[in-house]
């Protein structure tokens, strides 16, 4: 009997290894429990089993899923899906075509692909797949992905998913997930115009487990608390009705920076270090300058905010574990990719960092953001943007916005902040600024100490609901208050008689931004916003 497509609930995708159980622990016992805990379908994957023995875990996968009303899949086996009655079947790139399963699967299969990359999508699109696996997002060792182009990760992702938008293709990324990283997938997981996941597939998080239950429970929460939150394509931000009124909510900041003197935990380049801890204090904030990557995960669980400046390209293990555990602890990123155009390491590096963890403010020069961005407009010399920037600045941070998923800074004369929405200018600054080193750097760090106190304030707040997001409270106003304490301060210094020149200037900075009040920031910020 052809019938209609059976309804498939992708958010929380189980892929069978029975050789990662825990000792003690049965296959049935494990999947039972993995049902109760919320897994909604499930695909029975056998690498070494013989024909008899898959075919007989295929069934008893049936029987026991029907009992919880969960369809069942099976990995690569056209004979064994027919022979066991499962929904469908899942085929990888080098399995049986999609064109092929079609014809041989009867007209109500579920047939499902892995794609690791956009022609896979297309091709998927046109065999007609009901569904993709798109991975693999992390390294795994439950599966070799070493070949290369195997790990599109999270930028690769993104772009299959706007291959798909428009379609009512379903898809689910695999790879290396596990609870910790979640929020980060889902978050991350997005095209530009917000066409997101369905769900997400794992192995060895609940496999593995010794108990899956509550493995399963946990990532179902997470996935269903996430799919509640209205898809935006930045969920970081509510705008402000004007500039005026972006004027005085960073006012307010500062006076929340002074009070609540968040930790600004910097992982930054040799050059700067003495001058960006300095900027942190005179500012309010409370600097710390750790680096190691066995420090990361205390450091972590310390309300404020991070800063990763990779600089001079040290201590990657420690960005790459700072970012995660921030990432966990809903704590604000700020990331700086000093001269990330400058040299493919660091092109590399940037893409290894933003795979790993999700940025909440990305701050550069038109050369960095360029790079970013991957625009070839801007050149650069070294670490410094060469030219004055882009024809159109507001529609590159906003498109990079959209595309990162976080607030972007585009610095220069005019500072142009974005969070995918709305774009705000600033025009304040000093000539002089560019005339020291790490004034850059100082901005980032200026940031990161306003969004630590607005996450903060954010955190205090027991009537916000928000498990969606990855941080909690608008990082919008934090991002334009740290661009407008810092150039504000760079106008009074620079008006100062005692200031000379650039070696007079920087410690007249840190002076006039110990000096900042809300009242001088209300009456010299210089602002425009545009709202698509
Ligand atoms: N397929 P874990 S990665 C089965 O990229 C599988 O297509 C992948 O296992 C792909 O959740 C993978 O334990 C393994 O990392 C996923
Ligand atoms: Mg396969």
Redesign the pocket.
Known sequence: TSQAKPHVDYSVYL?T?RE?LPRGKTYTECLEEALKGGVTVVQV?EKTAETGEFLSIARQTIEICRRYNVPVLINDRIDIALASGADGIHV?QTDMPLAEARKLLPPNAIIGV?C?NIEHVKAAIAGGADYL?L????P????D?TEPG??PGISGTQDMLAVLEGTTIQSVA?????IDNLARVLHGCSSPNGHGLDGI?????I??SPEPRIAAERLAKTCSSWKSVPRRPVSFTTPLSSAVAYVRRSAELLELVRTLSPLVHQITNNVVKTQSANATLALGGSPIMAAAAEEQVDLARIPGGLLINFGTVEDVGGMLAAGREANKNRKPIVFDPVGVGATAHRRATATRLLDAWQATVIKGNAAEIGAVAKLEEVASKGVDSVGSGFKDPATVVRTLARKQRCIVILSGHIDYISDGDTVIQVSNGHPLLSQITGSGCMLGTTVATFCGAASMEAEKEPSETDPGTLVKGDMLSPAVAGVLALTIASERAAARDTVLGPGSFLPALIDELSLLTPDTIESSAKITVNTL
């Open positions: 892929v290894g990662l994957r990888g892995s690791n696996g991975g693999s997002i992390f795994t060792n439950t599966k992905v195997r790990i695999i790879g290396g997930i596990k597939a794992v192995v060895s998080e496999m593995a």
